[in-house]
Structures are given as C-alpha cells and as structure tokens.
C-alpha cells in the first residue's frame, strides 16, 4: 500500500506502471476533480475522501477558482463548526473575497472570530447576501431558502454525513454541485427507524451521495490517493480495513514522523503500550477479559492514566511540517469513545489527575478533527454482545483515524471470541448497496493488527 500506481482517472494516465511520488499523484487526482467541476457538462461531480486527504483544501481551492471565473456559489456543509471552518479558510486563502455567512436566528449561531472578518457578510436571511460570490451555510438553513434563479454551482461538503432528504430539500438551489466527502465515515443520522425504505430508490435515510449516483451512475466519479494525516504505519491498515475499493497512501515515509519522549518508561503498563505506540503507530493495552458496565470503571482509569503519562514523560513529536520537535501538549491529544456517558467518565476521571484541554468526545463528534497521539476505548471492550451499533464500520474508522503519530487503544481481552459469537445476522435487504467490509471483518482485520503491539495489564 505504501507504492500506488497512478490511474487514469486521476488525472491522466501516467504511463503502464508509473509510481508517482505523494505530492504529484494528489496534486494529478486535484486537477481532474478541478477539471471536471469547472469546464465539464456533468450535473454532479462526486469525490471520495479518506481520512486527511485535503478535503477542505479542495473544498476551499474549488471555491476559489469558481469565484476567480465569476461563477456565484453556494457552500453547503452538514454542521456550523463546519461552515466557519470554511469561511475562516477562505477567508486566510483570499482576504479580499467577499464572503456571505447564512446563519440561523440562534442568540449564538456562528464563531464570534467571523466578526474580525472584513470580507464576511453575516446574515440570517438570504436576500441579505444576494450577489455575494460565495455564500456559506449547512444544510438544514440551505433547506428554508427560497430563490427565483439557482446558483450556477454549488459544493457540497460532507456529503456522506448528508441524508438523501436533506440533498433533495436543497437540489433546487442550485445547477451543478461538487460533492466531496468521506465514505467510511459514519452513515448520516436517522432519530427513526428507516426499514421500511430499505432498498428503494428514494430511501431519506441513506446518504446524498448513495442516493445520487443510484439515479444518476454516469457521474463523474474521483479519489483523492493520499492521506496526508495518516502516517506510513497506519495508512495501510485503515485503507485495507476500511477502504477496500478506494485504497489510499500516506504521504509521509516510515522515517519522516518521530515520537519520542524525554522521561523514561517506568515499566508500568501504560508506558510500557506509550512506548510501543511510539515506536510502531500502534499500542493496545489489553485488561484481562471481563463483562463490565458501559463506562467500565478499570477501563476509563486505564485511558486516563494513558494520557495522565503522555503528557508528564514530556513528548515531543517530530514530523515533516517541521525540522524542530514539537512538544506533545494537551490541545494534541484526543480520547474517542463510543458513548457519551464514556466520554463524560473519562473527562471525570481525566479531571481526578489533573488533566484539563484534552479533547474527550464520541466518534460522531471527533469526525473531522485531527491530532498528534489518540486513545481509543475500544467500541467492544468488556461487552457480553456485539450489537450493530458497535459493529458499525464507519465508528472504528473514526477512531483509528485522527492520528498523526499515534494510537494507543484501550480494550479488555476476549474482543475476538465476542466477534465469532456474533456473526453478521442483519437481514439482507432487497435493492440495498451491500456494505463493504461490514464491520465484522474491519474489527477483525484492526484487531489482528493491534495484537501485533499489545502489551497486557492488570490495574
């Protein structure tokens, strides 16, 4: 996986055979997508995404060169953290272009660094922005605005986090979209059951981008090939687990990230898999094989003492970004979990050592977000059953996937015995997609591969 040859439709074939370096091959893949949006006749353009592979750089540069040619956009994302991600990127990339931010009429309903902004225009009604070049929102405010001509072109971010419903309230905005985003990510959320449209053509749980190309599978379809995220320990790994018809690379060498730190291990455990993540991209400390409550108290302490010891043994992390070491500080590091009430035992248990500004958060919610080291409580650790919730393979892909050094997961013994116990028995559903790999085998497949570097302890 570390060697990719260059497709066609990336970009143009590179001749039989030919290993473009990273940085050719995305910048190749860029250009097609690029292509395709500006000067081709396709209603729709459709680009995966892995995991750190430049999405919102596309996004960004998309709109850039679609304002730089006098085409008028609208920018749909699926969150505002998300739209006033965008509007601050395209705001560094060209201060001068002027920007519309749609808002609701929350008492909060964006970032308050937006007002330091020149360029940006704020309003929670559309009118308010009307001849703007780019106008930003989410989906759910796109969804209430009414207007007498469409946009000539629209992108639409996360488009694998859209439900189908949600495209078709705003499909009439606009005439040709870019839709860029993810798929292994977790599939949109429903509050109800969606059963009942399971295998049909207009089902409104499924995502904007499935629905889409089920109606229209001429679209032009494209890859970004690199993960500049991920490092060469782990892009191989996630690529073959989770992306198994859109493989990816890293765009770093094995040598090209270091971690080290400046206080020794002092044989305990936690450094003992600190140490090892280091050296490898990869740690499991296992605890002994025991049903346990959801927010198992042993395995919260351990995450907490984990990251408790990242950040007193002094890290430093060395990376291609930079010749000089960067120091491992709090705001670099993340706890990801399953449940919220996890999420909420290890930020108390975080809090008992004196730990404060590490990010402790749900799958749902660390989608997007990136950092240096990771500490994952394992979505099947001490479970007497394997539910299709926890089996789901867009939250393993979410956790395994905001690195960029390291990932130490946390998970009691016994995780592959509950997997051959529980079998996939969901029912097979007429005219639906099959998932591939379902999350059975991607469990399978990261667990065979965490037991290469696991470290075992007993609290």
Same mark, same amino acid.
């Given at each position: 996986?570390?060697?990719?040859?260059?497709?066609?439709?990336?970009?143009?074939?590179?001749?039989?055979?030919?290993?473009?370096?990273?940085?050719?091959?995305?910048?190749?893949?860029t250009?097609?997508?690029?292509?395709d949006?500006?000067?081709?006749?396709?209603?729709?353009?459709?680009?995966?995404s892995?995991?750190?592979?430049?999405?919102?750089?596309?996004?960004?540069?998309?709109?850039?060169?679609?304002?730089d040619?006098?085409?008028?956009?609208?920018?749909?994302?699926?969150?505002?953290?998300?739209?006033?991600?965008?509007?601050?990127?395209l705001?560094?990339?060209?201060?001068?272009?002027?920007?519309?931010?749609?808002?609701?009429?929350?008492?909060?309903?964006?970032?308050?660094?937006?007002?330091?902004?020149?360029?940006?225009?704020?309003?929670?009604?559309?009118?308010d922005?009307?001849?703007?070049?780019?106008?930003?929102?989410?989906?759910?405010?796109?969804?209430?605005?009414?207007?007498?001509?469409?946009?000539?072109?629209?992108?639409?971010?996360?488009?694998?986090?859209?439900?189908?419903?949600?495209?078709?309230?705003?499909?009439?905005l606009?005439e040709r979209?870019?839709?860029v985003?993810?798929p292994g990510?977790?599939?949109?959320?429903?509050?109800?059951?969606?059963?009942?449209?399971?295998?049909?053509?207009?089902?409104?749980?499924?995502?904007?981008?499935?629905?889409?190309?089920?109606?229209?599978?001429?679209?032009?379809?494209?890859?970004?090939?690199v993960?500049?995220?991920?490092?060469?320990?782990?892009a191989p790994?996630?690529?073959?687990?989770?992306?198994?018809?859109?493989?990816?690379?890293?765009?770093?060498?094995?040598?090209d990230?270091?971690l080290?730190?400046a206080?020794?291990?002092?044989?305990?455990?936690?450094d003992?898999?600190?140490?090892?993540?280091?050296?490898s991209?990869?740690?499991? !400390?296992? !605890?002994?094989?025991?049903?346990?409550p959801?927010?198992?108290?042993?395995?919260?302490?351990a995450?907490a003492?984990?990251?408790?010891?990242?950040l007193?043994?002094?890290?430093?992390?060395?990376?291609?970004r930079?010749?000089?070491?960067?120091?491992l500080?709090?705001?670099?590091?993340?706890v990801?979990?399953?449940?919220?009430?996890?999420?909420?035992a290890?930020?108390?248990?975080?809090?008992?050592?004196?730990?404060?500004?590490?990010?402790?958060d749900?799958?749902n919610?660390?989608?997007g977000?990136?950092?240096?080291?990771?500490?994952v409580?394992?979505? !099947?650790?001490?479970?007497?059953?394997?539910t299709?919730?926890?089996?789901?393979?867009?939250?393993?892909?979410?956790?395994?996937?905001?690195?960029?050094?390291?990932?130490?997961?946390?998970?009691?013994?016994?995780?592959?015995?509950?997997?051959d116990?529980?079998?996939?028995?969901?029912?097979?559903?007429?005219g639906?997609?099959?998932?591939f790999?379902?999350?059975?085998?991607?469990?399978?497949?990261?667990?065979?591969?965490?037991?290469e570097?696991?470290?075992?302890?007993?609290?």
């Amino acid at each position: 996986m570390e060697e990719a040859v260059e497709e066609g439709v990336e970009g143009g074939a590179a001749g039989a055979g030919a290993v473009l370096d990273p940085g050719t091959a995305a910048g190749r893949a860029t250009d097609a997508i690029l292509r395709d949006t500006l000067h081709g006749t396709a209603r729709g353009v459709v680009v995966d995404s892995p995991p750190g592979a430049g999405k919102s750089t596309l996004v960004v540069r998309a709109a850039l060169e679609l304002a730089d040619v006098g085409r008028p956009l609208m920018v749909v994302a699926q969150t505002n953290a998300q739209v006033d991600d965008l509007v601050l990127r395209l705001a560094e990339k060209s201060p001068g272009l002027p920007v519309g931010r749609l808002h609701s009429s929350d008492a909060d309903p964006y970032d308050k660094a937006l007002d330091a902004l020149d360029n940006v225009r704020k309003s929670a009604k559309a009118a308010d922005l009307a001849g703007l070049p780019v106008v930003i929102s989410t989906a759910a405010k796109w969804a209430h605005v009414k207007v007498d001509e469409p946009w000539r072109h629209a992108i639409v971010d996360e488009a694998y986090q859209m439900r189908s419903d949600g495209l078709l309230a705003v499909a009439g905005l606009f005439e040709r979209a870019l839709f860029v985003g993810d798929p292994g990510q977790l599939d949109p959320f429903a509050i109800v059951g969606s059963e009942q449209w399971a295998g049909l053509s207009y089902d409104p749980s499924a995502s904007a981008v499935t629905t889409l190309l089920a109606h229209n599978p001429e679209l032009p379809q494209h890859r970004l090939p690199v993960s500049w995220r991920l490092p060469a320990s782990a892009a191989p790994l996630v690529s073959d687990a989770f992306y198994p018809y859109t493989p990816f690379r890293s765009g770093t060498g094995h040598g090209d990230r270091r971690l080290s730190f400046a206080v020794p291990s002092d044989g305990s455990g936690p450094d003992r898999v600190i140490d090892e993540a280091a050296e490898s991209g990869w740690g499991l !400390l296992e !605890l002994p094989a025991r049903h346990t409550p959801r927010t198992d108290p042993e395995a919260v302490r351990a995450v907490a003492v984990v990251v408790r010891r990242l950040l007193d043994r002094g890290g430093a992390a060395t990376s291609e970004r930079s010749p000089d070491p960067s120091p491992l500080t709090a705001d670099r590091v993340a706890v990801g979990t399953a449940h919220r009430d996890q999420a909420a035992a290890v930020r108390a248990a975080l809090a008992e050592l004196g730990v404060t500004d590490v990010t402790v958060d749900t799958a749902n919610r660390l989608q997007g977000m990136e950092f240096d080291v990771t500490v994952v409580l394992h979505p !099947l650790s001490g479970r007497p059953d394997a539910t299709a919730f926890h089996l789901e393979t867009g939250r393993l892909c979410v956790l395994a996937s905001r690195h960029r050094h390291a990932c130490v997961v946390v998970c009691r013994a016994g995780v592959g015995d509950l997997l051959d116990d529980y079998p996939s028995t969901e029912p097979v559903q007429l005219g639906t997609l099959v998932k591939f790999p379902d999350g059975w085998e991607a469990n399978h497949a990261v667990l065979a591969h965490l037991g290469e570097h696991r470290v075992r302890w007993s609290p």
